[in-house]
């Protein structure tokens, strides 16, 4: 069958459609076709360019910060020596109350009914003490004793009636008796003193006689002056064992009436007995009357810190309090840092106590404001020494430097020679 000629035009003007629509699909197409050299160029990193930021000028401190936990210093277990007692060592008064104060010269404790009194020493009291008796413990005691104001004669590490006044003089002042001599060394010096007063009569019954002899122009008085000569050289002998008698007799120190503690005063943390009760091993707890912060370092930090530098300690409503820095204490590869504040309020004592704060310790810091640059944008030459890299008009300058003080990601730097170098020139920390 043969077509007319008007289907031939639809024919061709179909055909016309088909052809133009698929250059068009065409072109779409190859405008999205993209050659692996076109698309590797298209993803590529762009061209790295450097980082750079302004040289400041600003004061610089360097300073170690950690923090630390809040506790009252130096924590120790008092205990009372009771083997010496002839009775139960029951607890009959003067019981402390948690967070009071032990002050040195006071009893801090009344075992049957005897004071037991506090005093700053490292030796314990291991034995009771008299006259007569000598060592390093008696030495101590002289110290203490003479430190408080009480005389002991001569610091010589013997127990003298010089020692003795001065004990019976401490007891005094806590408010108690002083202890006394077992009763046969008392009845000693009574009889002492007898003996003292007999050889007294003896010599004048001695010297009467002679004067007798010699009003009567005796013709020999051998026998009445040997009789004087006898009398005196006993009188003498009594007198000696008098001073004797008395030095034995004199106030001694019971173990249980004296306990040593390292330094005073102190805060009584626990008590681990009440009145009524019997005291064995440690009666009390306690630590030092002020309150401190330890915080640990390395041995790098270490080495710029000791004791008596200034320190500030972060409070947890963000005050600040001044401090210092009482001693470091060596454990293994690090250290303890302890720190005492200044002064504390109320307010702020509650605020530390068993807290962790926030410690800041300046170790150094610059003569007013200097050059700084970020650390980053510090390098070595070939030299050994540092250099900045500085851009200027678009074009890259080293610059070398003196690199003072480190502090806070920042150094102080100084310009070496013609190099120039000011405040706000651009310094390359990367790219």
Known sequence: MTA?????????VGVAALAATSLGVGVVAGARITSPEDAAAKTAAPKASQITVPVEKKALASKVVGRGDASFDGAVNIRVETSGLTTPAIVTGKVPAVASTITEGKALLEITGRPVIALAGVLPMYRALAPGSKGPDVLQLEKTLD?????????????????????????????????????????????????????KKALRQAQSQL????????????????????????????????DDAELKAATPLPVSEIVYVKSLPRRVDKVNVERGGTASGTVMSASGAALVVTVKVDSASAEHLKAGMAAELTLGDGSTVKAKVKRLNRKGDSYDVVVGPDKLSAK???QLRDANVKV??????????VLTV???????????????????NGKT????????????????????GDAKLGEGDQVVVGT
Do not use: C
């Open 397 to 416: 300058e080293l610059v070398p430097v003196k690199v003072g003080l480190s502090a806070d990601g920042f150094a102080a730097v100084e310009p070496i």
């Open 374 to 392: 970020p650390i980053a944008a510090l390098s070595a030459g070939s030299d050994g020494g540092s250099r900045v890299e500085v851009q200027r």
């Open 360 to 369: 800041t310790i300046p170790v150094k810091s610059t003569n007013g404001k």
């Open 147 to 199: 430190r408080l104001g009480f005389d002991p004669g001569s610091v010589d590490g013997k127990y003298d009636t010089g020692t003795a006044r001065a004990v019976r003089e401490l007891y005094e002042k806590a408010g108690y008796d002083a202890p006394e001599a077992d009763q046969p060394l008392k009845d000693a010096v009574d009889a002492a003193k007898k003996n003292v007063d007999a050889a």
């Open 348 to 350: 702020q004592l509650e």
């Open 211 to 242: 004067a007798q002899a010699q009003k009567a122009h005796a013709p020999d008085l051998t026998v009445q002056k040997g009789a004087v000569t006898d009398a005196k050289e006993s009188l003498q002998d009594a007198l000696d064992a008098q």
């Open 4 to 12: 007319g000629p008007k289907s031939r035009r639809q024919i061709l």
